[in-house]
């Protein structure tokens, strides 16, 4: 009986040791999912609009077409753009803002990751400098 507790013993042990993977590194498959778009909002660094799907993934080639009104120092704004960015004229005033400035969007289209077109609720985001009170 002792002759066959040592010998499951040094079964047990070197089978533990031949189990040491401390040298081998094995590689992690990461799948990221896609989903459908499932929102949209305005990123004021790059003047654009950007998809988000079901995920968190952002999709920043989905806006196919947007149409953008605002008010600048009483004078009003509108514009039709076809593609995701803003016009150049537009972000030229936009970027000499003092104050903030609130844009509205609407009728904005998305291609989907299947081809099929997705029409977005209208939304409004503010942009501009805020100015920081001075109390003296």
């Known amino acids: 009986m002792k002759h066959f507790l040592s010998l ?5 042990t ?3 040791f031949s189990q040491d993977t401390s040298e081998i590194s094995h590689g992690t498959i990461k799948v990221q999912r896609q989903g459908t778009l499932h929102s949209v909002f305005y990123d004021d660094v790059n003047f654009r609009l950007v998809c988000k ?4 993934n952002i999709n920043d080639t989905a806006v196919l077409s947007f149409d953008l009104k605002t008010t600048v120092k009483g004078l009003a704004y509108s514009e039709q753009t076809t593609g ?3 016009s150049k004229p537009m972000q030229q005033k ?7 400035v609130t844009l509205f969007f609407s009728n904005i289209k998305a291609r989907d990751r299947n081809g099929s077109i997705v029409s977005f609720p209208d939304f409004k985001a503010q942009t501009g400098n805020a100015r920081e009170r001075e109390d003296y």
Do not use: E, K, N
């Open 8 to 12: 499951c013993l040094i079964l047990f």
């Open 94 to 100: 936009l970027a000499r803002l003092d104050g903030i």
């Open 53 to 56: 799907d079901v995920y968190g």
């Open 84 to 86: 995701c960015f803003i």
């Open 14 to 16: 070197s089978a533990t």
